[in-house]
T-cell receptor, first 110, second 111 residues
Framework: DSGVTQTPKHLITATGQRVTLRCSPR?????VYWYQQSLDQGLQFLIQ???????AKGNILERFSAQQFPDLHSELNLSSLELGDSALYFC?????????FGEGSRLTVL | GENVEQHPSTLSVQEGDSAVIKCTYS??????FPWYKQELGKRPQLIID?????GEKKDQRIAVTLNKTAKHFSLHITETQPEDSAVYFC??????????FGPGTRLSVLP
């Protein structure tokens, strides 16, 4: 157990819909990273937050947005979903420079 | 920004043989280089890492080497076992910044 909690574990929805993925970092970790992993693909960096502020942004689509709340949990919002958005979405937090991943949220868009 | 390349994309070895995966990075400011193992449908898990002030690090059957001048680092797995079969990702990081991952290597250890 990495200590990073993600919900939901699985989500099935239809094209055009909107979903929210939630992440709670390890206790005391201030950073949250979001990654997208499509089938048999690598880990694509989406966005990073540090103590509530956006720190870095990757190839995140305009249909996607995220935020980190005062209690340090983070939410990734995906809207106007397309079939190609089907993927595993990982959240990770950092402790002493090491990146710890949650179990991921598997999104299936039908 | 940082760019990480990784080779080979797939690797098959016989059980008991060694496996080597190589990565190169572009940003000389990167100073932390972790390796992650990902089994099918599961989260990536850190297996070994190296910081820029060290040239080599070993942990039982796994070792990582770093050449800062050439900007490349490698993962070495000796005496491979079937349970080593997985996808391996290298990454580069400058403390506090983003972790940039390589595209991954699918390792198959054949019995």
């Amino acid at each position: 157990d990495s200590g990073v909690t993600q919900t939901p574990k699985h989500l099935i929805t239809a094209t055009g819909q909107r979903v929210t993925l939630r992440c709670s970092p390890r206790s005391g970790d201030l950073s949250v990273y979001w990654y997208q992993q499509s089938l048999d693909q690598g880990l694509q960096f989406l966005i990073q937050y540090y103590n509530g502020e956006e720190r870095a942004k990757g190839n995140i689509l305009e249909r996607f947005s995220a935020q980190q709340f005062p209690d340090l949990h983070s939410e990734l919002n995906l809207s106007s979903l397309e079939l190609g958005d089907s993927a595993l979405y990982f959240c990770a937090s950092v402790a002493i420079g090491e990146l710890f991943f949650g179990e991921g949220s598997r999104l299936t868009v039908l | 920004g940082e760019n990480v390349e990784q080779h080979p994309s797939t690797l098959s070895v016989q059980e008991g043989d060694s496996a080597v995966i190589k990565c190169t990075y572009s940003d000389s400011a990167s100073n932390y280089f972790p390796w992650y193992k990902q089994e099918l449908g599961k989260r990536p898990q850190l297996i070994i890492d190296i910081r820029s002030n060290v040239g080599e690090k070993k942990d039982q059957r796994i070792a990582v080497t770093l050449n800062k001048t050439a900007k490349h680092f490698s993962l070495h797995i000796t005496e491979t076992q079937p349970e080593d079969s997985a996808v391996y990702f290298c990454a580069a990081n400058n403390y506090g910044q983003n972790f940039v991952f390589g595209p991954g290597t699918r390792l198959s250890v054949l019995p």
